[in-house]
């Protein structure tokens, strides 16, 4: 027989996040927001539903062919290029935590579905790839992290490592974005804290 109980708490989060991948050049760590609200039904398995958002210093390449005709031939020559000096983000996940050990400090296991909208800036405009398209894509993220978290006068302080696989590719683009239009992905490190009811 499985146990049942019912108990929700609502939290604000903050920490830091970079942007990685092979056509991501110069990341650096930035800051990340977010405001999340978790509901366990089953103990020791919580369910989150959150909005995150970030900015951290990165630029990516973009890469675009140039036809050269020589005489009966044609050759085409690859151009690539380092667009954007920021790389941005708003996203809404989904997560399952989960907690394998009843104890005062508890670890935990996240795994986590969400769905991303991420730029590429430079001076406050969105940048564009050398054949056109816009550095700023909605893409569906699937993440995991690890963590520690211990209740505390009705709160719950978490601490967790996560990241976030983003499925970037767009097939739409010919070539237009990054030299194998590769997905990218962001590590993270976040501290929360949440009111439980």
Not at 36 to 44: A, G, M, V, Y
Not at 103 to 111: L, V
Not at 139 to 147: A, Q, R, T, V
């Amino acid at each position: 027989m499985i146990y049942l109980l019912f108990s929700f708490a609502i939290g604000i989060g903050g920490g830091v996040f970079e942007v990685r991948g092979d056509d991501i050049v110069s990341p650096s760590f930035g800051p990340t927001a977010e405001v999340f609200f978790n509901i366990e039904i089953i103990p020791d398995l919580v369910y989150d539903i959150s909005i995150k958002g970030g900015r951290a210093d990165a630029s990516t390449r973009s890469l675009a062919y140039i036809e050269v005709e020589q005489g009966d031939t044609t050759a085409f020559i690859a151009v690539s290029r380092v667009l954007g000096e920021e790389f941005e983000f708003v996203e809404g996940n989904l997560s399952l935590d989960w907690y394998p050990f009843p104890t005062q400090i508890k670890p935990y296991i996240s795994a986590r579905l969400g769905l991303m909208r991420w730029r590429f800036k430079s001076n406050g405009e969105v940048m564009r790839s050398l054949n056109g398209n816009e550095f700023d894509r909605y893409s569906l993220s699937l993440g995991g992290g690890i963590g520690v978290s211990t209740p505390f006068s009705g709160f719950v302080l978490s601490v967790d490592v996560v990241s976030d696989f983003i499925f970037s590719v767009d097939n739409d683009w010919k070539d237009g974005f990054g030299t194998g239009d590769d997905n990218e992905y962001a590590v993270g490190v976040n501290i929360r804290i949440a009111r439980r009811f």
